[in-house]
């Protein structure tokens, strides 16, 4: 499939904010939280989550909404992309030895919010550079691209981290330098080539105008029937998915122990997760062509559900990489065609304004989660249990998601 430039910029941007998403939430950062003295657990990171998820669930909706105006678009992506890269780029500055860790969640979570924020508008900027047709191959090549080119930041990160020791805090800080570098410098392709063709024309009052259009697709919403129904299941599903992404880390390391599971070890897990989930994207939107978008959703969500029975038996170190393969099969294909598959069922020209309401399912659901599996742990004082908790939010997801007719797409 040949992609035009503006295709290929928009890819590149995932490929950008991957790393992100692969070194500091997933990898890097609960690492250097644990090494805080003067924090009782690194599990306590799903609190935090649920607060930046808060805040971007918040401003998603009513900053959607302003974008879809003329010329907004890209204003708003510029800005939050900004905020997300400079923050990251703060974390390197705040050593474990400093005691700061507040400091440190402090940046997180503003690092998360840009990282967040940007993608309310990236990812509607989907009806922009592509049409209907090839929706789910640009979005699970963005994701597959994401993948497997995020290993190169985080592959450095790691070696640098090996040679200047595992328990040292300096590599895991260069770690968070070299992430916000390379997310900034492929934002650059995003921001001269991608532009804003579904709009709405500017009129006066725009702010108090769009908090009117707000409240009407709220009033109307039962007129997007399909849009609504999926919105409810993407709630359950999705938190999930992010769930497992942002707490894997913590939740092995409770399991087995840091005596069993040494950091370079559970970095390592994670890089080949990264990997497997490259082709793995690219089949699933491959596949999506010949059995429907529909039907690939429902395999990643039983995936999924699998995956969490699986976990709940692990006792050894080689139990992480089969789960880990599990879950990079089905990580990128179900984040990517649940986007695709939204950008096709909204109307082009309010497509900030959805995927504003998309973005507010999707974090507002990442509050229950993470939330969920710490409050498990500190209550039963048993991690595997945490891992359980969260299934029923997948099989609600799926039966919701099963009651859209299969003629939509």
């Known amino acids: 499939m040949r992609l035009s430039k503006e295709e290929r910029s928009w890819i590149l941007y995932d490929c950008g904010n991957s790393a992100y998403s692969m070194a500091v939430t997933t990898a890097l950062l609960p690492i250097v939280f644990g090494m805080f003295t003067n924090v009782n657990s690194s599990m306590d990171l799903g609190y935090f989550n649920s607060i930046a998820s808060i805040l971007i669930a918040i401003l998603s909706p009513i900053l959607g909404t302003i974008a879809d105006y003329k010329d907004k678009k890209k204003r708003f992506f510029v800005f939050f992309a900004l905020i997300g ?43 922009d550079v592509t049409d209907d047709e090839k ?48 997310w900034g410098l492929l934002t650059v392709p995003m921001i001269k080539d991608v532009k804003q063709r579904h709009y709405l024309e500017p009129e006066p009052r725009p702010i108090v105008n769009s908090f009117i259009r707000l409240g009407s697709t709220f009033k109307n919403i039962r007129q997007h029937k399909v849009v609504f129904v999926f919105l409810l299941a993407y709630f359950f599903y999705i938190d999930g998915v992010d769930t497992i992404i942002k707490m894997v880390v913590p939740y092995a390391t409770s399991v087995l122990g840091a005596d069993a599971l040494d950091t370079f070890t559970l970095l390592g897990i994670l890089l080949v997760i990264q990997i497997i989930a490259f082709p793995c994207a690219i089949i699933y939107g491959n596949l999506a062509k010949k059995y429907s978008t529909r039907a690939m959703i429902i395999v990643g969500i039983i995936t999924y559900i699998i995956s969490c029975i699986a976990a709940f038996f692990i006792s050894s170190v080689w139990h992480i990489f089969v789960l880990g393969a599990l879950v990079g099969s089905a990580q990128g294909g179900i984040q990517a065609l649940s986007r695709s598959y939204f950008a096709k069922i909204i109307p082009k020209e309010n497509s900030n304004e959805f995927f504003g309401f998309f973005n507010i399912f999707g974090k507002f659901a990442a509050i229950v989660g993470p939330a969920l599996m710490s409050l498990t742990t500190t209550l039963t004082g048993n991690a595997n249990l945490s891992i359980i908790a969260i299934i029923p939010l997948f099989i609600i997801g799926l039966c919701i998601f099963m009651t859209i007719p299969k003629q939509q797409l």
């Not at 923050?87 to 700061?100: D, E, I, K, M, N």
């Not at 597959?144 to 090996?162: E, H, K, N, R």
């Open 85 to 127: 890269v400079l923050a990251t780029l703060s974390l390197a500055f705040v050593a474990p030895s400093s005691g700061q860790w507040q400091l440190l969640v402090g940046f997180y979570i503003l690092s998360t919010v840009g990282f967040a924020g940007a993608n309310i508008f990236y990812d509607s900027f989907l009806v």
């Open 135 to 182: 929706m789910d191959k640009i979005s699970t090549r963005g994701f597959a691209f994401g993948y497997i080119t995020s290993v190169i930041p985080f592959g450095i990160s790691l070696l640098l981290i090996l040679f200047m020791g595992m328990d040292k805090a300096i590599g895991y800080q260069i770690g968070f330098i070299i992430t916000a570098l390379w």
